[in-house]
């Protein structure tokens, strides 16, 4: 299929100092939970999106020495020559497609603890650690500003011999120590390096000359930099100082990555910001430069793509999230087949693999961070195994990835749902406030289904062990997905709460099915217990808030949606809540409810306190819905007369979790169909330390 012409313009080369990208599509630096500990995974992840065509990769962040040590978060490390092994490993893997390759060299500060290293911090002024950390680093005297200088300048010498050709200066995100220097915030300084702009831009100066001079004969210079960071006259404002800062510096880099700051702010979830959102922060800069410019916005749109560079707010299409949702977007705009881009939803649960130091997974490309360890590929899969027809029982997330992936494969596929409308959990929860792009999940794979004729879709079609053994599939996945408890047991309660059961408890499914009115008076103060933690609680919340009830959210954890702390956007959702009126009890457990009144307790003293709750809606923990699974399980003795080899759980239906874990339970029953399997191996690569015999 020939590209649309209209597209053209994103695929003309861009030079960047000495060297030339092949065209406008280029993946800015991001963390994924791998860096130093797997550089093999990270390798093969890295070379997937070259050869999906992004024409820029970039590592995550990169420490430069022992002293800005951010363990146990696992970034990338270029301490000494030790570490360039495994980066030549991400080089060699992106040049194999001819992409360029990016490292962004990081020196953190006081955002550096040093638990690994167990040195002294430093920093712009004396301050204490910014993640809560019990140390403080200390200020930069003459001494460690001439060190810093060669640190860095050491790392892009050793980043130029790893194979590298474009070498970051950054000062982006407050969280490299250039924009410290810079921040009045973090710098109270009075010596040249204080004080007035033109002395905090001192030291950005000079370390962007120093690294020229050191290594831009062959590689390009770029600086990521942080226009605004979104807190108004007590921060970096487009208009003021991030504007101020480009015209100073303008032509002195080979590349400009602009963005907002902090992190939250640059990779802010859909549910909170839209495609293109920075543009506003952004659009000024190129008016002051002629250097390339590139910029993020969690664009997946080749249209829109087109428009910010014709309309010169960037010469380059940043992108983390998209590329990791599909590392073959490039390609399918360049071959004519944009509507098979994979988009991205922006749920961040890539970002929750970097908090919790282990390699990212992507709700919407189950393959992401499997490309070493499992072998997986984003768009090749292996031909069928056998001539096994499939029947997948189940039209949400698991059993349409599954269905989709199976009929790549070439197995003839019947999928079946009770429902009219196919997705399962995906469709009810796309309705919730500011998940709508959540239902692109559903959308994406009905799309590619319908384009394979051995995939066979059926709509409102509840089916019963016995007709399961009448179909005729020599395999069954049961993807029935699960449901939501109403009686209050979960992580706090092992047990069901009392007074419960003969009041109208309500759950995330009834108020998702449109049951909750039937079940519940629409006056009265509500009360969400929330002991999921994740984003069920607080949106419920927020739904009721907006329609003008009086909202209570209580919840064991210390504050509502805890682990959205994983995905960026936990301050967002406190912030809304409490901008609503929703009032916030934390560190409480349930103890019993009457007609009219909820007793919460204190989870550390026990001390019980009684609130209105005229409706309560528990998000607690999820029960599989397994009942045909079992039934077809206690027939087993007929299956061999049914024709039936394996009936297997994925999704929620085998554990509840995330959407994403559900899309991956589906993908990998449609890898290991017709595979043998040893319970006893583990099924996939692992990267182990080399231990050397004392």
């Given amino acids: 299929m020939a590209r649309d012409p209209r597209y053209d313009i994103l695929f003309e080369p861009v030079k960047i100092g000495p060297v030339a990208a092949r065209n406008r599509f280029y993946q800015v630096p991001h963390c994924n939970g791998m860096g130093y500990r797997y550089p093999m995974s990270l390798a093969a992840m890295r070379g997937v999106k070259a050869e999906g065509g992004w024409a820029v990769i970039s590592t995550e962040e990169t420490e430069i020495h022992h002293t800005t040590d951010i363990a146990p978060y696992l970034e990338g490390r270029i301490w000494d020559d030790q570490d360039l092994p495994a980066l030549q490993k991400m080089t060699e893997a992106v040049h194999e497609h001819h992409s360029l390759a990016a490292i962004e060299l990081c020196y953190n500060g006081h955002y550096a603890a040093n638990n690994y290293s167990r040195e002294v911090g430093l920093a712009p002024s004396h301050q204490a650690h910014a993640y809560g950390e019990p140390t403080s680093a200390r200020a930069l005297d003459k001494a460690d500003l001439g060190n810093l200088r060669r640190w860095h300048r050491n790392a892009a010498i050793r980043s130029k011999r790893a194979g590298f050709d474009i070498v970051y200066v950054y000062a982006g995100h407050d969280l490299g120590i250039f924009q410290h220097f810079l921040s009045r915030r973090h710098n109270h300084r009075t010596d040249e390096y204080g004080g007035s702009l033109e002395n905090r831009v001192r030291l950005l100066r000079e370390v962007i000359e120093d690294t020229k001079e050191a290594i831009g004969d062959r590689c390009g210079i770029a600086v990521r930099l942080a226009v605004?960071?979104?807190?108004?006259?007590?921060?970096?404002?487009?208009?003021?100082?991030?504007?101020?800062?480009?015209?100073?510096?303008?032509?002195?880099?080979?590349?400009?990555?602009?963005?907002?700051?902090?992190?939250?702010?640059?990779?802010?979830?859909?549910?909170?910001?839209?495609?293109?959102?920075?543009?506003p922060y952004i659009k000024f800069v190129k008016s002051l430069t002629t250097k390339p410019v590139v910029g993020v916005g969690r664009y997946t749109s080749p249209d829109s793509m087109v428009r910010v560079i014709k309309s010169g707010i960037m010469d380059m299409i940043g992108a983390a999230r998209p590329s990791i949702a599909d590392p073959f977007l490039p390609k399918k705009i360049e071959e004519g087949r944009p509507d098979d881009i994979r988009e991205c939803i922006g749920c961040n649960i890539c970002v929750s693999g970097d908090y919790s130091m282990v390699p990212m997974r992507c709700t919407q490309n189950p393959t992401m961070g499997e490309e070493w360890r499992r072998g997986w590929h984003p768009e090749t899969i292996a031909a069928k195994a056998s001539q096994e027809r499939v029947l997948i029982v189940g039209a949400g997330p698991a059993g349409l990835e599954a269905a989709r992936a199976l009929g790549q494969r070439g197995y003839e596929v019947s999928l079946s749902d009770a429902n009219r409308e196919p997705g399962g959990r995906v469709t009810l929860e796309a309705r919730l406030p500011g998940l709508t792009t959540w239902g692109r999940v559903r959308d994406w794979r009905l799309g590619q289904i319908a384009k394979l004729p051995n995939v066979e879709l059926y709509r409102s079609s509840t089916l019963t062990a016995e007709y399961v053994l009448a179909f005729g599939s020599g395999h069954v996945a049961v993807a029935t997905g699960c449901h939501w408890r109403n009686d209050g047991v979960g992580r706090t309660h092992h047990a069901p709460v009392p007074g419960l059961a003969p009041f109208a408890t309500l759950t995330p499914d009834d108020v998702l099915s449109g049951a909750a009115a039937s079940k519940a008076t629409r006056t009265g103060p509500v009360v969400i217990f929330d002991d999921d933690h994740y984003y069920m609680g607080g949106i419920l919340a927020e739904m009721f808030a907006k329609m003008g009830r009086p909202t209570t959210l209580?919840?064991?954890?210390?504050?509502?949606?805890?682990?959205?702390?994983?995905?960026?956007?936990?301050?967002?959702?406190?912030?809304?809540?409490?901008?609503?009126?929703?009032?916030?009890?934390?560190?409480?457990?349930?103890?019993?409810?009457?007609?009219?009144?909820?007793?919460?307790?204190?989870?550390?003293?026990?001390?019980?306190?009684?609130?209105?709750?005229?409706?309560?809606?528990?998000?607690?923990?999820?029960?599989?819905e397994e009942a045909l699974y079992q039934a077809l399980m206690t027939r087993k003795a007929d299956w061999q007369e049914a024709g039936i080899k394996s009936v297997t759980r994925i999704g929620d239906c085998a554990g509840p979790g995330t959407i994403a874990a559900a899309v991956f339970s589906g993908h990998r029953y449609a890898r290991d169909l017709d595979a043998p399997f040893d319970p006893d191996v583990v099924p996939f690569k692992r990267e182990r330390i080399e231990v050397t015999p004392s």
């Fill in 554 to 624: 209580v919840t064991p954890a210390a504050e509502a949606s805890v682990w959205t702390h994983k995905t960026i956007e936990h301050e967002r959702i406190q912030t809304r809540l409490l901008e609503l009126g929703v009032t916030i009890r934390a560190h409480r457990k349930l103890v019993c409810r009457t007609a009219d009144a909820l007793d919460i307790a204190c989870v550390f003293t026990g001390r019980v306190e009684t609130i209105d709750c005229r409706t309560l809606i528990t998000v607690t923990s999820r029960l599989p």
């Fill in 228 to 279: 605004d960071e979104l807190l108004g006259t007590d921060g970096i404002e487009h208009q003021g100082e991030g504007h101020d800062v480009i015209a100073m510096l303008a032509e002195l880099p080979d590349l400009w990555d602009v963005n907002v700051s902090a992190w939250p702010n640059d990779s802010a979830t859909a549910r909170f910001c839209e495609e293109g959102f920075q543009e």
